[in-house]
T-cell receptor
Framework: AQSVTQLGSHVSVSEGALVLLRCNYS??????LFWYVQYPNQGLQLLLK??????LVKGINGFEAEFKKSETSFHLTKPSAHMSDAAEYFC?????????????FGKGTKLSVIP | DTGVSQDPRHKITKRGQNVTFRCDPI?????LYWYRQTLGQGPEFLTY????????KSRLLSDRFSAERPKGSFSTLEIQRTEQGDSAMYLC?????????????FGDGTRLSIL
């Protein structure tokens, strides 16, 4: 079965500092991986996705993530945090093979940006 | 692209009442998904449609829950005899047909509160 672990339910960074949000996945077949952001009382907005090909994926708002198969990781980074980045971030996985189309989400990491 | 639309945004009801939520997907998307999100958790998959066919249901979807997508366009999710544990955000998403790497686009959700 597929699963996602996000290390750290809450991360605080200073404005201008590096953002690093961690995601590890478990999948018996090649995964498709996604990062979503959720602002209060809103739905989820897609930041970026990894399917196949280049392992470093660039997304919106300056975020990027690197797929590392050997470490089963897909960590999200941004070089310089902005106040507007304060939100909750979810990593999600689905299978590339036959079977369910559902996304399996991690529990989320709430990012706070300190002025 | 008007995005995924959900109605109502908020619903407050007494325990034991029935509630119905509506989701209008992005117009060219023929896949539609329902998820439930409780406080401090990531979204959990409930069910999925391709056009009007309900192809997958989670074990979370008890007999009190029913979802329809009668003409392959909008969808409704009904909860009968609501219980305290049904309090959650109900999220709808849609995607294009194709491989599992098609990203799911989410609406802003319906927040259900059971008194």
């Amino acid at each position: 079965a597929q699963s996602v672990t996000q290390l750290g339910s809450h991360v605080s960074v200073s404005e201008g500092a590096l953002v690093l949000l961690r995601c590890n996945y478990s999948s018996s077949v090649p995964p498709y991986l996604f990062w979503y952001v959720q602002y209060p009382n809103q739905g989820l907005q897609l930041l970026l996705k990894y399917t196949t090909g280049a392992t470093l994926v660039k997304g919106i708002n300056g975020f990027e993530a690197e797929f590392k198969k050997s470490e089963t990781s897909f960590h999200l980074t941004k070089p310089s945090a902005h106040m507007s980045d304060a939100a909750e971030y979810f990593c999600a996985v689905t299978y590339s093979g036959a079977g369910s189309y559902q996304l399996t989400f991690g529990k989320g990491t709430k990012l706070s940006v300190i002025p | 692209d008007t995005g995924v639309s959900q109605d109502p945004r908020h619903k407050i009801t007494k325990r034991g009442q029935n509630v119905t939520f509506r989701c209008d997907p992005i117009s060219e998307h023929n896949r539609l998904y329902w998820y439930r999100q409780t406080l401090g958790q990531g979204p959990e998959f409930l069910t999925y449609f391709q056009n009007e066919a309900q192809l997958e249901k989670s074990r979370l979807l008890s007999d009190r829950f029913s979802a329809e997508r009668p003409k392959g366009s909008f969808s409704t999710l009904e909860i009968q005899r609501t219980e305290q544990g049904d309090s959650a955000m109900y999220l709808c998403a849609s995607s294009l047909e194709g491989a599992r790497n098609q990203p799911q686009h989410f609406g802003d959700g319906t927040r259900l509160s059971i008194l």
